[in-house]
């Protein structure tokens, strides 16, 4: 299955984000999406967040009702397996190409979905970089943005390369 993408989602802070029919990224992410705290998200390193629907279903599956956009990704993907997904990897998506920097620490505001989501989702293991771990991108993987460009729901997403 060719991964693609299910749909772009931006805020003006916090989640969920919402669907958008496009998106324009640059260096700091899709552009009209905000951070409500900068000390902790966004910037170079983290300009862009992603998760797989498949992921989500898995997070339904735990007990916590969350739809794409819920958990404040800015690109919901579709086929995308994470458990293949590693820190360094690069992809195309649409006209863009970004580079896997790390998986996401899940926040506070994810407590709205739920007592206890953070911890079904991000355990010790997905923060030292153990992809062995079950919650292996559960909670997204942030991503920098290594050529800018515009990216619509459906565009194919395919691995460039395996390390940076």
């Not at 992410?29 to 898995?58: C, F, K, N, S, Y």
């Not at 009702?65 to 397996?81: P, Y």
């Amino acid at each position: 299955m060719q991964a693609t993408i299910q749909q772009i989602n931006i805020s003006k802070g916090g989640v969920p984000k919402n669907a958008v029919l496009y998106g324009t990224v640059g260096h700091l992410g899709i552009e009209g999406d905000v951070q409500a705290h900068t000390q902790i998200h966004g910037g170079p390193l983290q300009a862009l967040l992603l998760i797989d629907a498949g992921a989500i279903e898995e997070i339904n599956v735990l007990g916590y009702s969350v739809i794409a956009g819920s958990l404040g990704e800015n690109i919901t993907t579709l086929g995308m397996d994470r458990r293949r997904v590693r820190v360094g990897q690069q992809y195309r998506i649409g006209e863009i190409i970004i580079e896997i920097t790390k998986p996401r620490g899940p926040c506070q505001q994810l407590d709205g979905y739920g007592a206890g989501i953070q911890k079904a989702i991000y355990d010790p293991q997905v923060k030292a970089r153990d992809y062995k771990s079950p919650r292996w991108g559960l909670s997204g993987f942030y991503a920098s943005v290594v050529q800018g460009g515009m990216i619509r729901p459906g565009d194919p997403i395919t691995l460039l390369s395996e390390m940076a």
